[in-house]
């Protein structure tokens, strides 16, 4: 049987050779890269006999980015790094000052326009590893869908995480997550494994069964670029924020999210089936739509948030004085204190750039006897980081 | 308004340039590649100050696939193609012999364990590059769902696509779409445009709403590789159709599939109401599927079909005497054309290496007067023809 396999196979793959040439590939075919060892080393090789240099750039590597210079013999350069804590890693290579993919890694991930290789180490069960990794655990869909948003004027895509069991009937909680700057729709399914955490946490009953509904933060654009009527434009860092500024708001334009909603799947109605998160821009996009509409969400969560992104385009210059001064962002801070909200989270690395102004922020909830969570720990502001938000809030919640 | 967002993307890419060290990438962003120029040849350009050869391989380059050399100017190294049909055209940059991702080119599809970047070239509306552009029409919905396969004894990762206008209410037709050997649930979506497809031929009155279903293929997997707990293995070709081959055939498991539909998705529940194809080994799993189930589909089409895969391991060596000796074909053969299908359509490129399997099929259903369509086309077995197949026979089906 597997002969004849093969057989089928040879005549389909030298159809394929013609059309792609893959003889570059195909010589690679006996190399493993990355290969994860069992001390928690992880090797790297490149088949590149022309080479003069060779080096790989890895986010485990000193600094939270770097690159390592590669050894070459007999025409395969490898590197293998320290033990690595149990973590999802990007890396890519650096051939002769190029950089490029690892030709042996399928698994890549998008950041703006550009592309990283990645790959998961995990030591023991329950790990941050482990918890990004697919199990043999029942899967939630993901549903790519177009919603219509008046108060934009335009169709827009998001996608919708639906838990396992989800089709069998009831009515599920519904936590809104936003992404940061530079992301889009796909941001918190791609690099944010959101899809897998919550999978993961739900079989294991440490989470409660919930939607995941993760909107474009992007006010101009109607979706991730490629996939509306802009064309195939190469993306740009903040394109869609700042040219031109957007008119409307995520907090003015959040209703039509949540119509859509309340209106296609099975959703609890009300503030205690409702949760509100989002990472650094989309902290900011949380801040504003929490105290917008107080009362409608139990749970608001703020990762490495630009806290005041959305009321004040000039919000890296705030601080505290300026929050103090500020009468809407006090009377709204006060409504959202009185419709007390069962928990305001806020997440942060103690080396993030917004570190202080979410430091001042606290001072300010503290002044006004807001109650609120606080988690701190170490780190920037990496995806490394909200991953592990999004792990800690989610279980949390609707509880 | 500007300048003060300006600020914050300055403080927020400092971080961002210390997470990913893009130099190599920050210094190529004057550079745009590729280039669609007014008289429809593309230039491709690459900034590679240290390379000594650059070359770019295209499938739009003689004999379906080669390499052309690039010419250095100040360290960018440029090609200008001949002037281009419409169509939708995959390529990449080798560098000193290395295959290497066009730094400029956000636009990738995977081919098994392989990323290749893409172009569109469109001349005027309607031409097949316009065909497959995103427009401003209504979009449809794509959900990616896992539904329950009994007969594997495992959960599956499949995608549906909804047409725009689908949550308005009604019931629609299902066309249920199938991949070839190497692809996986995603492959029509992703370098197959189907969502692209329809929702072009939709919006223009051309075809049908219609539901596509697209399941995966390989009767070994759960999903595309990295989606399941098979870990993240590189994906090789054939290695889930034979390695172990499957005891459980597409036609036996297919009822799981539809089963899933009609009870999920407010679809049409008879024969009027469902359309089943697909390319190569998915047109073989259209053949054995639709010979299977006589009376379950009106619609059946077959694209650069690998006939009898499904049925005869040794479908290579199949030829006329076979299938006149085969007795169970025979008599499945005849209870479909008493079912009468309202369409049974077979599509082939001239060049295709199944051009002759598929004559030999024609002639025997020649000669038992089984009555079909038949569309012969340049070109052999690629997406260039796949795309156009489909955009054809959806245009004939649920009318």
Redesign the interface.
């Known amino acids: 049987?597997?002969k004849?396999?093969?057989?089928?196979?040879v005549?389909?793959?030298?159809?394929?050779t013609?059309?792609?040439?893959?003889a570059?590939?195909v010589e690679n075919?006996e190399i493993v890269s990355p290969e994860v060892n069992a001390d928690g080393t992880v090797t790297f090789r490149l088949v590149?006999?022309?080479?003069?240099t060779a080096q790989v750039?890895g986010?485990f590597l000193p600094?939270?980015?770097?690159?390592a210079d590669m050894k070459e013999e007999n025409g395969v350069w490898t590197y293998t790094s320290e033990p690595l804590n149990a973590e999802l890693y990007a890396y890519y290579f650096?051939?002769?000052?190029?950089?490029?993919?690892d030709?042996?890694?399928?698994?890549?991930y998008?950041?703006i326009?550009?592309?990283?290789n990645y790959?998961?180490v995990s030591r023991e069960k329950g790990d941050n590893g482990d918890l990004y990794?697919?199990?043999?655990v029942?899967?939630?869909?993901?549903?790519?869908?177009?919603y219509d948003s008046p108060t934009l004027g335009m169709?827009r895509?998001m996608l919708i995480y639906t838990p396992?069991g989800y089709?069998k009937g009831g009515k599920f909680p519904v936590l809104y997550l936003f992404h940061g700057?530079?992301g889009d729709e796909e941001a918190w399914i791609d690099f944010g494994r959101a899809a897998q955490i919550m999978d993961n946490l739900i079989a294991e009953g440490k989470a409660k069964p919930m939607i995941v509904v993760m909107p474009n933060g992007n006010m101009n654009a109607q979706a991730v670029?490629?996939?509306?009527?802009k064309?195939?434009y190469?993306?740009?860092?903040?394109q869609h924020?700042?040219?031109?500024?957007p008119t409307v708001s995520m907090e003015q334009s959040f209703p039509d999210i949540q119509k859509y909603l309340e209106s296609?799947y099975n959703v609890i109605k009300n503030r205690k089936g409702r949760a509100v998160a989002g990472l650094?821009m989309g902290g900011g996009h949380t801040f504003a739509v929490s105290k917008e509409y107080p009362g409608n969400f139990d749970y608001i969560g703020l990762f490495s948030a630009?806290i005041l992104?959305g009321i004040n385009?000039?919000?890296?210059?705030t601080n505290l004085q300026s929050l103090r001064a500020d009468q809407k962002l006090s009377r709204q801070i006060d409504a959202l204190k009185a419709a007390k909200p069962k928990l305001y989270w806020i997440g942060i690395g103690n080396t993030d750039?917004l570190y202080s102004q979410n430091k001042d922020y606290r001072t300010y909830l503290d002044e006004k006897q807001f109650p609120y969570e606080y988690y701190e720990n170490d780190g920037?502001?990496?995806w490394v980081n909200w991953r592990k938000y999004l792990t800690i809030f989610a279980q949390k919640i609707f509880k």
């Open positions: 049987m597997k004849l396999f093969t057989l089928w196979a005549c389909l793959l030298s159809m394929l013609v059309v792609a040439q893959d570059i590939f075919q590149a006999p022309k080479a003069i750039w986010d600094g939270g980015g770097g690159v650096v051939v002769n000052g190029q950089a490029m993919l030709p042996q890694n399928t698994y890549l998008r950041n326009a550009n592309y990283y790959f998961i990794t697919v199990h043999e029942p899967h939630g869909d993901v549903d790519e869908v177009w169709q895509r396992a089709d700057a530079g670029a490629g996939k509306w009527s064309g195939m190469k993306p740009s860092f903040m924020t700042s040219d031109p500024a296609h650094s630009a992104y385009s000039n919000f890296m210059e750039f920037g502001h990496i």
